[in-house]
């Protein structure tokens, strides 16, 4: 149990002293940055699924939101 403990005040120990913290900026900066690279993506793979994998006629290849539909339902 007391190694338990070590490691606990070891680690806050590091958390407050050696770790380099980012400033308000920097956090709402590179926040900005991955929201928008995530919608950026998340509305190309939507495209590419939608251009490849929208084809219910004879349901050759239904696209990866097909699959995705399927977990949930």
Known sequence: ?????QYIQET????????TWPTWDELFVH??????????????????????GANPENKFFE?????IYQIFS
Do not use: S
């Open 63 to 67: 696209g990866i939101l097909h699959y």
């Open 31 to 52: 926040t900005r940055l991955v929201l928008v690279t995530t919608a950026i993506l998340t509305g190309y793979v939507f495209l590419v699924d939608f251009i490849f």
């Open 1 to 5: 149990m007391d190694k338990v403990k």
């Open 12 to 19: 806050a120990i590091e958390l407050r002293e050696r770790v």
